[in-house]
């Protein structure tokens, strides 16, 4: 057997150096992850798995208001919607500014002056850049979630209003920062007050039909938004309230939250 060239030892010895200099500049320089994939990684980690079924839709307590009658039956099938309110830090890395009233509460307050057609970007954005799959929630989809599925709760999360809820009575005029009260059984926060929240239904008038996965109609000229916000009175932050308003409309107490179909 011939022996091994000193010049091809030195070769490879060079080569070996070489390759593992730049795997150890590789780790050294490696960027941190972008602020987009910290955003999806947050969000998917506050994802809440609702499991499907079937509910009384409406006003169950009897309020007297005409747009959350007549009561009917709606069946729905798996999803998942977040935990929390989109907030101001997690808008900003994704559309990179902050339109909210309130900018100086913080990261973890829920951003707010944002229309339905605002809520369009933000979730095409997200969805396009990391491959997701979310929307706004359906109106049933967010009364189901709202009430745990079909527990009886005047609110979500129980019958006491300063339990669960930054309303007109101990919000001080603004909102807060997402996840300071009390949870619903699946733990949801806020879904009452602190920012009223857009979802992805037209308006229309309840019907006494049973409905399975309902959407909305196909045209209308406003857009649902559910929960009452920081000014509202307790009477317009119960778990069957509901409000429309035109798709371009904004205010600093309306914002939303954010769903997608269960894996």
């Not at 049973?210 to 909305?216: A, L, R, S």
């Given at each position: 057997m011939k022996p091994i060239s000193s010049c091809f030892?030195?070769?490879?010895?060079?080569?070996?150096?070489?390759?593992?200099?730049?795997?150890?500049?590789s780790k050294k320089d490696a960027k941190p992850e972008t602020e987009v994939a910290t955003v999806h990684k947050e969000i998917e980690r506050n994802m809440v798995k609702v499991k499907g079924g079937c509910f009384r839709m409406?006003?169950?307590f009897g309020r007297e208001a005409d747009i959350e009658k007549p009561i009917h039956e709606v069946c729905l099938s798996d999803y998942s919607i977040s935990k929390?309110?989109?907030?101001?830090?997690?808008?900003?890395?994704?559309?990179?500014?902050?339109?909210?009233?309130?900018?100086?509460?913080?990261d973890d307050c829920p951003v707010e002056k944002v229309s339905w057609k605002d809520t369009q970007i933000f979730i095409s954005s997200l969805n396009r850049q990391t491959g997701g799959s979310f929307r706004l929630p359906t109106e049933a989809e967010?009364?189901?979630?709202c009430r745990s599925g079909k527990m009886r709760?005047?609110?979500c999360g129980g019958d006491k209003v300063d339990e669960v809820a930054w309303y007109a009575g101990n919000s001080g005029g603004k909102s807060h920062p997402v996840g300071q009260k009390k949870?619903?059984?699946?733990?949801?926060?806020?879904?009452?007050g602190n920012v009223s929240e857009w979802v992805n239904d037209r308006y229309s008038d309840y019907t006494s039909a049973?409905?399975?996965?309902?959407?909305?109609p196909s045209s209308a000229s406003s857009y649902m938004d559910r929960g009452g916000s920081w000014r509202s009175s307790d009477r317009f932050v119960d778990a069957a309230r509901r409000s429309s308003n035109p798709p371009d409309y904004f205010a600093s107490d309306l914002g939303f939250r954010i769903a997608s179909p269960s894996h």
């Open positions: 030892v030195t070769i490879t010895l060079v080569l070996i150096c070489a390759v593992s200099a730049l795997c150890g500049a409406g006003d169950i929390y309110e989109v907030t101001q830090g997690q808008w900003r890395k994704i559309v990179g500014n902050d339109p909210s009233n309130f900018n100086k509460c913080g967010w009364e189901y979630a709760e005047k609110y949870p619903n059984v699946l733990g949801i926060y806020d879904m009452n049973n409905q399975q996965n309902p959407q909305g």
